[in-house]
């Protein structure tokens, strides 16, 4: 049997587990099983290596930063990031990857200008490191958005968004989770009056497909794009790592 997880916690709908469950069931892969692994604490990690048919796993929301601890090898996107959420497991040793970068750069691209020279990050968690990592290799310039000051000359908060920063600032990507489901009535508290159809609104929420940030965008004629792509991508880009020199 090969076997693949996902860690994190808590885990509740998870995409991964129904993703990569259906593309067994789909391709007769019946030797390939992925589950969860909803562990409290990453200090739980090691028990779950204990079983030697462990391939790979995915790592999910509080330990993309603390796994780090765990591997033998990162690759220099983890290196640099700071964040991993893929990890191959190859006779006991882990190597760490973070295919969230190559899922959000191909999804955003989809929609990018040669106009879209500056950027809002709203949010600043695991996966704003992502996201941050692909402007900074595609030389856009951004500036991350909190709610809490930091003092960062690249850090700006709510309050600090006026007419001058919207306009000059026109993509805007949400990785925060407002907006997701069962919460589908919130959205980043941005003033929405100022986006406009130059505008591009990524969101790297899925679920909704179109979130109340999202609607708000298209309603103003700006391009939008949901996470869906994103998820699908790093998700293929884990399965090529874990089996990168096998037959699959
Ligand atoms: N599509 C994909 O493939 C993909 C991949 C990764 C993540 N995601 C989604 O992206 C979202 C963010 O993921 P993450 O791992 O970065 O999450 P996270 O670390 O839990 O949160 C991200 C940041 O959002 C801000 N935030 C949290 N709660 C907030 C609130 N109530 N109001 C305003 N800001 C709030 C915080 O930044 P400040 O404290 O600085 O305000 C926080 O650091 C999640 O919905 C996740 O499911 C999607």
């Given at each position: 049997m090969r076997k693949f997880g996902l860690i994190g916690y808590p885990l509740g709908h998870s995409f991964s587990a129904k993703y990569f469950s259906e593309k067994f069931r789909r391709a007769s892969m019946e030797d390939c099983i992925y589950s969860n692994f909803e562990i409290p604490s990453i200090a739980h990690l090691p028990e779950i290596l204990k079983d030697p048919e462990l391939r790979g796993l995915n790592v999910t929301i509080p330990y993309k930063e603390s796994v780090i601890a765990y591997l033998q090898e990162k690759d220099p996107v983890v290196q640099e990031t700071g964040a991993c959420n893929c990890i191959r497991i190859d006779?006991?040793?882990l190597t760490g990857y973070n295919t969230d970068v190559k899922g959000f750069e191909e999804s955003l691209d989809e929609k990018l200008t040669a106009g879209d020279k500056r950027a809002l990050?709203?949010?600043t968690g695991g996966s704003s490191k992502a996201v941050a990592w692909v402007l900074h290799k595609k030389g856009i310039d951004f500036l991350?958005?909190?709610?809490?000051?930091?003092?960062a000359p690249n850090q700006i908060t709510y309050e600090d968004l006026g007419q001058e920063i919207m306009k000059t600032h026109e993509l805007i990507i949400n990785s925060t989770p407002l907006g997701m489901a069962p919460k589908t009535g919130v959205c980043p508290p941005i003033p929405y009056e100022y986006i406009g159809a130059g505008h591009y609104l990524f969101d790297l929420v899925y679920n909704p497909a179109k979130t109340?940030?999202?609607?708000?965008?298209?309603?103003?004629?700006?391009?939008?794009?949901n996470g869906a792509d994103m998820l699908a991508i790093q998700a293929e880009a884990s399965w090529a790592i874990w089996n990168a020199g096998s037959a699959e």
């Open positions: 006779q006991g040793k990050i709203l949010g991350f958005v909190s709610r809490k000051k930091s003092g109340l940030f999202l609607e708000k965008g298209a309603a103003a004629g700006a391009r939008i794009k």
